[in-house]
């Protein structure tokens, strides 16, 4: 192992225990993991920490990721949600091949089994209310009251589930618990429910069932049925597994998985869980699932991140057991370290100012060379028109700056990328308001290209576009959708993370001036405007307009928190 790897190890203790198994020759040295969603929502950014380390053990461990649907609450889930979800883990660079599963494939298994579980004294019908089954669990401090029915004999069980099955009695009138121990320490094996009466059509199953298993008793059952060796989970059923183990052990399949917990990604300045994204889709507080400002995988993707720097964030924040917050500043950072290598450069106006160059003649268009990324030598050079009459950014101009400007103002002299040396001579300003409606210039025409033959020094380089050859473009920058570093920080049921939302997350500029080669841009792919930032086409473009999304400024203030650290 090289010291590298050593290090990045060191931060994913789940490769520990898996080399450890590996070397001890557990389960036959076989690595089998899966990643489990429930489709009742769009995955996020927290879900892709989980993706990329279970899918990434499988592929460092020469084993297989499974996908599995887990399917067992059907009110609230949906077929658009596994599509989207399949579409999600594939644009992540990840393949689970043939090993495609829904927790609903095993209803039947599920059932069969529960019938065992009652033959064997384990499991009862409880006809208790919900209400009284939550008072009668206790407290951590007191142990529960156990339930009246909790000793009817296997054969008034047998028939009551199997009623149950038939549709015979309402929702809520009886459910099936496991029998384990109401005086456990741990309120998970206080008895808990493993089924419950719910007439809902389901989205794979139809109307073939009217009881459907709990989560805790079929997710187990699915790994043990699947030949899962590591099932890794988020710390909050660290408390569920030995219930997860109980399970196991009375059914007996021949295979155990080890379960492992790990800490939840939480992300500074936005909020993770599916509940609360789904309030944001339908309050209208943004577009969509895939709206770019969402934590989501499909609005990170529309946003212009890209899987390998959503990778490269994910192995960088490692594995642990201790939950935290990470800063989303480290997130746009491994989105800039990707792009800064891969995202050809042009020049975009954002807020346009025009300038008229006097003595360049008029109608004349010129083409000039410009580098498509200087950091890859083998991206080439695009021709770039140049006029009389050009856009600059607005506040690359100033009429009266302070000493260390050294953009456009009169008498001074600077660059215009890849073109000429100008020089600013006159200011045309609106009579009634006094705001500045053009700039005028001058040009050296020994300057072309930005370099002076007499090797006069000309501080700044300021970024154009030609008037007559640009698109007109709606551009629209994305900060953070919230303003409070933990928005859930006031959660009570009222919801108050809306509270939160930041009414600048999204700023939409119109009449900005791009660069014409942005034409033929594909949506979704990554363009550097030089000195602005990374910013791509949005699928919201049509023929008549134009619309590019603001993936990251340019500023990163990850290298600026790192290096105050
Ligand atoms: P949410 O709280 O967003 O509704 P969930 O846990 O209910 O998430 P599932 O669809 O059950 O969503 O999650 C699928 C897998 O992704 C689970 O194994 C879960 O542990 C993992 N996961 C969910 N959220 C995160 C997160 N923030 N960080 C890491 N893993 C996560
Ligand atoms: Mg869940």
């Known amino acids: 192992m090289t010291e590298k790897e050593r290090v990045v190890d060191s931060s994913n203790f789940i490769r520990n225990i898996i080399e450890e198994d590996i070397s001890s020759n557990k389960n036959d040295g076989k690595v089998v993991t899966r990643f489990p969603p429930e489709p009742n929502g769009y995955l996020h950014i927290g879900h892709a920490k989980s993706i990329c380390?279970?899918?990434?053990?499988?592929?460092?461990?020469?084993?297989?990721?499974?996908?599995?649907?887990?399917?067992?609450?059907?009110?609230?889930?949906?077929?658009?949600?596994?599509?989207a979800i399949k579409e999600d883990v594939k644009w992540l660079g990840f393949d689970w091949g043939d090993n495609l599963f829904y927790a609903s494939d095993y209803f039947d298994k599920l059932y069969e089994l529960a019938i065992d579980l009652i033959k064997q004294g384990k499991a009862y019908v409880c006809s208790l209310e919900a209400d009284q089954i939550r008072e009668t669990r206790g407290t951590l401090t007191e142990p529960g009251i156990e339930s009246p029915y909790r000793y009817r004999s296997v054969e008034e069980n047998l028939e009551l589930f199997e009623r149950m099955?038939?549709?015979?009695?309402?929702?809520?009138?009886?459910?099936?618990?496991?029998?384990?121990?109401?005086?456990?320490?741990?309120?998970?094996?206080?008895?808990p429910v493993i089924y419950r009466i719910k007439k809902v059509s389901h989205h794979r199953t139809g109307d073939k069932w009217c009881i459907y298993p709990m989560y805790d008793y079929t997710h187990c059952i699915s790994d043990a049925l699947e030949g899962i060796t590591h099932s890794i989970c988020t710390l909050e059923f660290e408390d569920h597994r030995p219930l997860y183990d109980w399970v196991l052990e009375q059914v007996d399949l021949g295979c155990h998985p080890q379960q492992i917990e790990f800490a939840r990604l939480n992300l500074s300045y936005t909020v993770m869980s599916k509940r609360k994204l789904l309030r944001l889709v339908e309050g209208g507080y943004v577009s969509g699932w895939d709206d770019p400002r969402m934590p989501t995988i499909a609005g990170i993707r529309r946003r212009g991140y890209t899987p390998e720097a959503i990778r490269d964030f994910c192995e960088r924040i490692g594995v642990a057991k201790n939950n935290s917050i990470v800063d989303i500043a480290l997130l746009e950072h491994c989105v800039r370290e990707d792009l800064?290598?891969?995202?050809?450069?042009?020049?975009?106006?954002?807020?346009?100012?025009?300038?008229?160059?006097?003595n360049y003649p008029e109608g004349q268009v010129?083409?000039?060379?410009?580098?498509?990324?200087?950091?890859?030598?083998?991206?080439?050079?695009?021709?770039?028109?140049?006029?009389?009459?050009?856009?600059i950014e607005r506040d690359d101009f100033m009429e009266d700056p302070p000493k260390k400007f050294h953009r456009m103002s009169p008498g001074k002299e600077v660059r215009l990328r890849y073109a000429y040396i100008v020089e600013c001579t006159k200011v045309v300003k609106d009579e009634q308001t006094g705001e500045i409606l053009e700039v005028h210039c001058t040009y050296d025409p020994e300057t072309r290209g930005g370099a002076a033959p007499d090797g006069r020094k000309v501080r700044g380089t300021i970024h154009w576009v030609s008037a007559a050859d640009c698109i007109d473009a709606e551009v629209r920058l994305y900060n953070n959708l919230f303003t409070k570093e933990n928005p859930d920080e006031v959660e009570d049921e009222e919801g108050t993370f809306l509270d939160n939302i930041n009414p600048e997350s999204l700023v939409v500029l119109k009449g900005c001036k791009l660069e014409k080669s942005l034409l033929e841009a594909e949506i979704g792919k990554a363009y550097q405007f030089e000195r602005q930032g990374y910013f791509c086409k949005d699928k919201d473009s049509t023929e008549e307009r134009t619309v590019f999304n603001r993936i990251v400024p340019l500023k990163d203030s990850w290298a600026k928190i790192a290096s105050n650290k």
Do not use: W
Not at 166 to 191: T, W, Y
Not at 340 to 358: D, F, H, S, T, Y
């Open 53 to 83: 380390l279970n899918f990434g053990l499988a592929q460092r461990y020469n084993g297989k990721c499974h996908l599995r649907f887990d399917d067992t609450n059907p009110e609230t889930e949906k077929v658009e949600y596994i599509e």
């Open 165 to 191: 099955r038939q549709g015979e009695f309402p929702e809520g009138s009886h459910v099936l618990r496991a029998k384990i121990d109401m005086a456990s320490p741990n309120m998970n094996m206080r008895d």
């Open 340 to 358: 800064n290598q891969k995202a050809p450069r042009v020049m975009g106006v954002l807020e346009p100012l025009k300038v008229v160059i006097e």
């Open 366 to 391: 010129e083409m000039v060379e410009a580098l498509n990324n200087p950091n890859d030598p083998d991206s080439g050079t695009r021709m770039v028109p140049f006029s009389r009459e050009i856009y």
